[in-house]
Nanobody
Framework: QVQLVESGGGLVQPGGSLRLSCAAS????????MGWYRQAPGKQPELVAD???????NYAASVKGRFTISRDNAKNTVYLQMNSLKPEDTAVYYC?????????????WGQGTQVTVSS
């Protein structure tokens, strides 16, 4: 059974920092591209950042320079370090694991963790 368990969300003041973690089980973690998505109330989900199995990273323009995605294959965990947080970063953040091979794709989601940026 595949599980992605996010943690680290919470309430933080503007300008503050949080680190999200996503612990994976039931998959060969090192083979998967990992990503963080978010969905704010009334908005479509959006990609925040992702990191390939080889370690290449990609960021949404809105978070570039403020957020850092990383992975620890030994711990089967992906992280999202969020600095200089803004109220518009408020959303539910979801962890995603994706592996695409010829003819099929394995795509898994965590349950989400709430991040609220407010004074």
């Amino acid at each position: 059974q595949v599980q992605l368990v996010e943690s680290g969300g919470g309430l933080v003041q503007p300008g503050g920092s949080l680190r999200l973690s996503c612990a994976a089980s039931g998959i060969i973690f090192s083979l998967y591209n990992m990503g963080w998505y978010r969905q704010a109330p009334g908005k479509q989900p959006e990609l925040v950042a992702d990191i390939t199995s080889g370690g290449r990273t990609n960021y949404a323009a809105s978070v570039k320079g403020r957020f850092t995605i990383s992975r620890d294959n030994a711990k089967n965990t992906v992280y999202l370090q969020m600095n200089s947080l803004k109220p518009e970063d408020t959303a539910v953040y979801y962890c995603n694991a994706l592996r695409v091979v010829v003819g099929s794709a394995n795509n898994y989601w965590g349950q989400g963790t709430q991040v609220t940026v407010s004074s």
